[in-house]
Every structure is written in structure tokens, then in C-alpha cells.
């Protein structure tokens, strides 16, 4: 039987070694949700309603120095590495960062997709308010609803804010302090 290399180590981290892995896949963007491999394809409808919030928060976000984008988000400590579909973030904390924290974002978004609305709903949504992301808008597609959570806490969100239907106008607060209109979802 052979040894293994000196440089070989029975300590490897598996978080470590699988939120690399992820990084690492070719051709295709990937998140890894309560330690599962997803891919992450998008259809035009679900890009439709991500582009029609971006744009009705973009100018407010240009002002508080920030960027919108769908970069990686990590959850040290779990088997959790999300795309999500939009995240503000200031820019500064965005030069050069392979992943940042969902506590480093101002503003977290899922767009529900009949292959992950559930996991949307229930699991995004108590993980990132485990990990400090200050206000998290569920746009549910499925039940034709945008939900905004704020407060976050280790449990979950204790404030919620809807679920408002499809064409209602949803206030996103400070620091954002902007009006929503969701009849173009």
C-alpha cells in the first residue's frame, strides 16, 4: 500500500472543500442549499420580474454607494453558498470579494421558480436572516405575492411585510426608502 503525499492532510475542511468545489464549476452557476448542489438556471420570466425591481431601486442605490448584482453569497459555518437573484451591497465591499456575507448586503432578493420556490419561502428565507441580512423581498411567483422581511434574528425574520399581490405597491425602508411597484412582475 502506497503513503499518501506529505503534503496530504486527513483534516480537510468538507465545507471548505465543497464551497470550493462549487467555485470551480464549469459552464453553469451553482449554489449549494442545506448541503445540495443546485443548479442555478434562471427562465426570461423569472429574469423579468429580478430586472423590474433592479430598476426601479437602481437609482437609489447608485446614491447610497452601492452596486446591484447576483454575486455569491457564503454562510461560514454551513453547507449554504447562495446566488441569490439580486443583492445590494455597498461598493466598496464588493471590490475584489469572491463571496460576501448575506450581514454585508443591504437588501437580499428571491424570485421564486416552480423548481425552488419552497426552498425560497422557507429555507433562504430563515438563513439569511440567521446570517444578518437586514431586509429579504420573497417575489413568489407561484402565489403571485411579494413578501418583504426585516428584523433579522437567529430564528428568522420577526417582521414581515405582506404577502402583498401582484400590482400592490410594497415600501422598501432606510435606507432605501423607495416605493415598489409590483404590477410589472
Keep these: 500500500m502506497s503513503e499518501a503525499p ?5 483534516d480537510i475542511d468538507p465545507e471548505r472543500a465543497l464551497k470550493y468545489a462549487i467555485q470551480h464549476i464549469k459552464d453553469d452557476r451553482a449554489e449549494i442549499i442545506e448541503g445540495v448542489i443546485e443548479t442555478v438556471p434562471p427562465s426570461w420570466d423569472h429574469e423579468a420580474a429580478s430586472d423590474t425591481l433592479r430598476e426601479q ?19 461560514p459555518g454551513s453547507p449554504n453558498w447562495y446566488i441569490p437573484d439580486l443583492a ?17 448586503t443591504l437588501l437580499v432578493v428571491e424570485v421564486t421558480s416552480e423548481s425552488n420556490a419552497d426552498t425560497n419561502r422557507v429555507v433562504k428565507r430563515k438563513r439569511y436572516a440567521e446570517y444578518g441580512a437586514p431586509l429579504y423581498l420573497l417575489v413568489d411567483r407561484q402565489e403571485r405575492s ?7 434574528g437567529h430564528l428568522g425574520y420577526t ?23 409590483t404590477s410589472g412582475m
Excluded: M, Q, W
Design 88 to 104: 445590494v451591497v455597498p461598493a466598496a465591499a464588493a471590490k475584489g470579494a469572491g463571496a460576501l456575507l448575506p450581514a454585508d
Design 6 to 10: 506529505a503534503d496530504y492532510s486527513n
Design 146 to 152: 411579494v413578501t418583504l422581511f426585516s428584523e433579522p
Design 57 to 75: 431601486i437602481r437609482a437609489r442605490a447608485r446614491e447610497l454607494g452601492c452596486v446591484i448584482g447576483s454575486g455569491n453569497l457564503d454562510l
Design 159 to 181: 417582521r414581515a411585510d405582506g404577502p402583498h399581490p401582484y400590482g400592490a405597491t410594497i415600501r422598501i425602508p432606510e435606507p432605501f426608502g423607495v416605493d415598489v411597484d
